[in-house]
């Protein structure tokens, strides 16, 4: 036996297990019920008592005292892993139940007898069989009547100086393990000091106040008070090292005590010692605001806790009992897609994506009408040939029997299919990149909507995809049509045409000077051309001037036809978008859904394992924060009452 065993180590005495009275017990009680309802799962955090000490400061003592079994004990440290005691009061057990467990699910049933060395053995599988230590815990479920209702974690004794076997950084790697349990502010630390030493000098009260400067959950249980009884009266009373919830004075159980007598011997010394029995009764034992101090913010917790689920049930699908039901849900989630698409899409209305410019439908829509317009060439295409000779091979190829000075019809129409062709494919761009564009934002909102229902949500795809292809299908009828009625007749009511050609003929007659006299230069700039070489027209001058006078009037016309392009299809693409917000949209879920006997919405009435199973969990989460809030409303009432009638 070391040093703390001949000494009295034994058990601790009766003053902390004693002092489960009326009062205490129902505390420990309360957040035992908290616990077993499993309350941490729902993101509540309890009190844990931490118990903390220099090594052989008597740490296993205090926790043997209230389990009521032997814990491994003995020179140097003694508790090698973090040992996590639950303690279960059960008033049918006849005989005590314990079990330890530990790993990768590791469980070992035991004996009060056999406790310490299936602790041991434990402790040599995680740890190894040496003086080392390890992070990874140890449960020990103490199932007993008689025992208090608590979960304590037994922690590594502190020591400075390896010993033979240890490693040299034994300080550090037990620093690192006390800090990770004391650290969380709902950390009860339970500091061990020994009566004999200066308290100021113990390396657990340094840690303790690194991380609770305060000292407001700091708890001071002094071992050996029999040991050293001289000056403890007023070390406790002057507090040296800022103990905020004050200080618990036992005696250790000695040699072959029982817990009886080691309890009664208890009482005899602070009752009767010249010097221990001055203390304060609240000395003795450890006082209720342990735990009731930390009601408060388990309150609000839960209350937070319970808003929040509330809401987030609140917030789910409505649970639906029969088709009707599920038909009034499907309307009234086709209403706020078209609600949000008409914002989108046709009012430039984006409240709802501020962030997000892909849902940004009209301004998306007007940028492609930009792009599409300055794709369209504002001048009549050229061609890669000399000035006007398209022109003149053309006219060359419609001559008739006519008289000489008149414009064939045949040509222009020949020079307009084939310029007006160069551009046919540029609308189609257009149509297809909107469509691709609203089908996706349709798609993206419409599912935003219905993600309470995923189970319509194919359906909902298929009939989107079907209503695009339909759209597309009417756009290309469009587009070609625009080309088409471009090609059956060269006519525009546009007066810029007259303004247009006029303007450009006036170069007329500076043509026909440069290509009938040769000794005028052959490089000249004519108003809508630049400067053009009319050298090769000299050999085709009696179609010149014809060809200039074709080329400015397809220059002139190509202004009005852009312009019907640009037009025709922009008001097309508006009036199609708007069509499907209002009115096609919805018709066409609809048929997808309300068909076939209502076959559609009736996979609504089934919902989703996802949505079941987010149902089932808060649903339970709310139950089990409700009893909790009862039980510490019982318990504060229970405190108040008590405070009220001392």
Request: aromatic share 4%; net charge negative.
């Amino acid at each position: 036996m070391g040093e703390e065993a001949a000494n009295g180590g034994g058990v601790a005495g009766s003053a902390i297990a004693a002092s489960y009275d009326d009062q205490i017990r129902p505390l420990l009680d309360a957040v035992d019920r908290l616990r077993h309802l499993k309350v941490t799962q729902v993101g509540i955090q309890l009190p844990t008592i931490v118990v903390v000490g220099d090594q052989s400061s008597g740490k296993s003592s205090v926790l043997e005292s209230l389990a009521g079994i032997s814990l491994p004990r003995g020179q140097g440290i003694c508790t090698r892993v973090p040992l996590v005691m639950r303690l279960q009061d059960d008033p049918s057990a006849d005989e005590p139940e314990l079990r330890l467990e530990y790993g990768s699910g590791s469980v070992a049933a035991t004996t009060e007898a056999e406790v310490a060395d299936a602790i041991n053995a434990a402790t040599a599988e995680i740890a190894g069989s040496g003086k080392g230590i390890s992070d990874a815990p140890i449960t020990l479920v103490v199932r007993k009547r008689g025992v208090p209702d608590l979960t304590l974690v037994d922690l590594p004794g502190i020591t400075r100086v390896p010993v033979q076997g240890q490693p040299e950084d034994i300080y550090d790697q037990v620093a690192r393990i006390i800090r990770e349990y004391i650290a969380p502010r709902e950390s009860i630390i339970l500091n061990v000091l020994s009566a004999t030493v200066d308290f100021p000098t113990c390396e657990s009260i340094r840690m303790s106040q690194q991380v609770d400067r305060t000292g407001e959950r700091t708890l001071a249980v002094v071992t050996k008070s029999d040991r050293a009884p001289e000056g403890l009266l007023d070390k406790v009373t002057a507090d040296d090292v800022n103990i905020g919830l004050g200080y618990v004075c036992v005696r250790n159980r000695i040699g072959d005590e029982t817990y009886d007598q080691a309890r009664a011997e208890e009482e005899r010394l602070f009752s009767h010692h010249p010097l221990l029995s001055k203390m304060d009764k609240s000395m003795v034992g450890i006082p209720a605001a342990i735990i009731a101090r930390c009601l408060p913010d388990i309150v609000k917790q839960i209350n937070d806790r319970l808003s929040h689920s509330s809401e987030e049930l609140d917030r789910m699908p409505p649970q639906l009992n029969n088709v009707a039901d599920a038909v009034r849900v499907f309307f009234h989630i086709v209403k706020q897609a078209c609600t949000s698409l008409e914002k989108v899409l046709l009012r430039g209305d984006f409240e709802e994506y501020p962030d997000r410019l892909e849902f940004h439908g009209m301004a998306r829509i007007a940028e492609m009408l930009r792009d599409y317009a300055k794709k369209l060439p504002a001048e009549c295409p050229p061609n890669d040939q000399l000035f006007l000779m398209e022109e003149v091979r053309i006219l060359e190829e419609t001559k008739g029997i006519s008289l000489p000075n008149f414009l064939p019809r045949s040509a222009f129409l020949v020079m307009l299919k084939k310029k007006v062709q160069t551009i046919g494919r540029v609308p189609q761009g257009l149509v297809n990149g909107v469509w691709e564009y609203v089908e996706d934002l349709v798609m993206k909102i419409l599912m935003k909507h219905s993600d309470d229902f995923p189970q319509v949500q194919p359906s909902c795809r298929r009939a989107v995809q079907s209503l695009m292809d339909k759209a597309r299908a009417r756009s290309a009828q469009h587009v070609r049509e625009l080309i088409e009625m471009e090609l059956v007749a060269d006519y525009t009511a546009n007066p810029d045409y007259m303004k247009t050609w006029t303007e450009i003929m006036e170069g007329h007659e500076k043509l026909m000077e440069a290509v009938e006299d040769a000794c005028k230069p052959s490089r000249i700039t004519l108003r809508g051309f630049g400067e053009v070489d009319v050298l090769h027209l000299r050999a085709h001058a009696d179609l010149a001037g014809k060809a200039f006078d074709l080329r400015a009037r397809l220059t002139a016309y190509w202004k009005s036809i852009v312009l019907r392009l640009v037009d025709g299809l922009a008001l097309h693409v508006l009036l199609s978008v708007k069509r499907l917000v209002e009115k096609d949209l919805e018709e066409d879920l609809g048929n997808e859904l309300l068909g076939n006997k209502f076959a559609g919405v009736e996979r609504m009435l089934a919902p989703s394992p996802s949505v079941a199973a987010k149902r089932e969990r808060l649903s339970n989460s709310i139950v089990l924060l409700r009893q909790s809030k009862e039980v510490v409303a019982n318990i504060m009432d229970r405190i108040s009452t008590a405070g009220e009638q001392v």
